[in-house]
RNA sequence: GGUGCUGUGGCGGAGCGGCUACGCAAACGAUUGCAAAUCGUUUUCACAGGGGUUCGAAUCCCCUCGGCACCU
């Protein structure tokens, strides 16, 4: 196997669970007892967007510079990068810290780069938007259960796999076996491939799980929720609609959870203030309130999500967050880790 | 006090004599280049209460209790 990056840890977990707590104080106390400083990179696919701070649960820009971040604020909201490309810049960001002799920690919790980072993801063909957009046309007029005919025409292993509805996938599907070169038969491709999780890691790591009771973590939505909103949240999302236009909401950066939200309720409230001739277009308390329980509610969906995607990953340190991570007593297994980068 | 409308699962909301929608929420699961995305499965007395008509009532009638509107 070869491996992408040398060793790193990786703290994951559901939103608001603590991640981004743990892994500071990590990279506070692993110096302080190995003398083997740390730095952090982004694990989490909506903090690569520059201006969405506030509603992405970014760290401080103080923290971002004291503990040397890689990964966030490297894309315009209207840009994306795909798992595999960011699995790249991962494992290069990894190799450079490791070169200087320092040890990466990895923080966040979207499910799918943190796969691609730590598996590899198989040598596929790549994303390819002309194709996509293609099929979507087809989709459009025909439905996605039509393309999954296609599909199983064409691909007939990953077919099975997927349910005739599953456009996202069935779209990387078939944007795969349109780009094999001549000769290569779709259905050994698919057929070949083993899960991910259950392949070779891509490097020697150390994955820390952090998660808490449901009540905690509730709690800790509504909280952060709270603290989003006093910080400037919606001007935040208003900017974003003034620089960008509507456009931002059709991209991926746009879906990010409560932006859209956000962005209804200001024209909502844009509309009504028309409409009585008031200047005051601003968000009042029972409009702001009604939309923290919806976005509190779309991220505890997330969380369950997250949780499911975790149970499956790798763990080797799994951490209870509920009463606070002030104290952190490091597990035999993390110090046989980071004595064996220390013996190096 | 009078008249009219109305009362459906945790919530919204169809059905107006027999076939017990649907949406949301919830729970669970999937996840190989847009993933905070997307998709799937599940949710065994929901029909305000009581009485009546009928082979059969959430649906028709009567009464009671809520709600809304208007009138005096």
Same mark, same amino acid.
């Given at each position: 196997?070869?491996?992408?990056?040398?060793?790193?840890?990786?703290?994951?977990?559901p939103?608001?669970?603590?991640k981004?707590?743990?892994?500071?104080?990590?990279?506070e106390?692993?110096p302080?007892?190995y003398?083997t400083?740390?730095?952090?990179?982004?694990?989490?696919?909506?903090?690569?967007?520059?201006t969405?701070d506030?509603?992405?649960?970014?760290?401080?820009?103080?923290?971002?510079?004291?503990y040397?971040? #890689?990964?966030?604020?490297i =894309?315009d909201?209207?840009?994306?990068i795909?798992?595999a490309?960011?699995? /790249?810049? +991962?494992?290069? *960001?990894?190799?450079?810290?490791s070169?200087r002799?320092?040890l990466?920690?990895c923080v966040?919790?979207?499910?799918l780069?943190?796969?691609a980072?730590l598996?590899?993801l198989?040598?596929l063909?790549?994303r390819?938007?002309d194709?996509?957009?293609?099929?979507?046309a087809?989709?459009?007029?025909?439905?996605?259960?039509?393309?999954?005919d296609?599909l199983?025409?064409?691909?007939p292993?990953?077919?099975a796999?997927?349910?005739?509805?599953?456009k996202t #996938?069935?779209?990387?599907? =078939?944007e795969?076996?349109?780009?094999?070169?001549?000769?290569?038969s779709? /259905?050994? +491709?698919?057929s *070949?491939?083993q899960p991910?999780?259950?392949?070779?890691?891509a490097?020697?790591?150390?994955v820390?799980?952090?998660d808490?009771?449901?009540?905690?973590?509730?709690?800790r939505?509504?909280l952060?929720?709270?603290e989003?909103?006093t910080?400037?949240?919606?001007?935040?999302?208003?900017?974003?609609?003034?620089?960008w236009?509507?456009?931002?909401?059709?991209?991926?950066?746009?879906?990010?959870i409560?932006?859209?939200d956000?962005h209804q309720?200001?024209?909502?409230?844009e509309f009504?203030?028309g409409?009585?001739?008031?200047e005051?277009?601003?968000?009042d308390?029972?409009? +702001?309130e009604?939309?923290?329980?919806?976005?509190?509610?779309?991220?505890?969906?997330?969380v369950?999500?997250?949780r499911?995607?975790?149970?499956k990953?790798?763990?080797?340190?799994?951490?209870?967050?509920?009463?606070?991570?002030?104290e952190?007593?490091?597990?035999?297994?993390?110090l046989?880790?980071?004595?064996?980068?220390?013996?190096?």
């Amino acid at each position: 196997m070869n491996k992408r990056f040398e060793q790193a840890i990786f703290v994951i977990g559901p939103t608001a669970s603590g991640k981004t707590a743990f892994a500071h104080r990590l990279a506070e106390m692993i110096p302080s007892t190995y003398g083997t400083d740390c730095e952090l990179i982004n694990l989490d696919a909506f903090q690569f967007y520059r201006t969405m701070d506030i509603g992405a649960a970014k760290p401080t820009p103080e923290e971002l510079e004291h503990y040397k971040y #890689r990964g966030v604020d490297i =894309l315009d909201p209207l840009e994306s990068i795909d798992a595999a490309a960011y699995a /790249d810049f +991962v494992w290069q *960001q990894c190799r450079e810290i490791s070169a200087r002799g320092k040890l990466p920690i990895c923080v966040g919790g979207s499910g799918l780069y943190l796969r691609a980072v730590l598996h590899g993801l198989d040598p596929l063909p790549p994303r390819n938007d002309d194709l996509r957009q293609m099929f979507r046309a087809s989709a459009a007029e025909w439905g996605w259960p039509l393309l999954h005919d296609w599909l199983k025409a064409l691909a007939p292993s990953r077919a099975a796999q997927l349910h005739p509805n599953d456009k996202t #996938r069935i779209e990387r599907a =078939l944007e795969i076996v349109f780009q094999l070169p001549e000769g290569v038969s779709p /259905d050994s +491709v698919f057929s *070949q491939s083993q899960p991910l999780n259950q392949q070779d890691l891509a490097g020697n790591c150390y994955v820390v799980q952090i998660d808490c009771s449901d009540e905690v973590l509730k709690q800790r939505i509504n909280l952060r929720l709270d603290e989003m909103f006093t910080r400037g949240w919606v001007a935040e999302v208003e900017c974003l609609y003034q620089r960008w236009g509507s456009e931002f909401f059709a991209s991926q950066a746009g879906k990010a959870i409560g932006y859209l939200d956000i962005h209804q309720a200001c024209r909502q409230a844009e509309f009504t203030a028309g409409a009585s001739g008031k200047e005051n277009s601003r968000l009042d308390l029972r409009v +702001v309130e009604e939309l923290k329980r919806k976005i509190a509610t779309s991220t505890w969906q997330y969380v369950r999500r997250q949780r499911t995607w975790n149970a499956k990953e790798r763990c080797d340190w799994s951490f209870d967050s509920s009463k606070g991570i002030v104290e952190i007593q490091f597990t035999a297994s993390l110090l046989s880790f980071l004595d064996f980068y220390h013996s190096k």
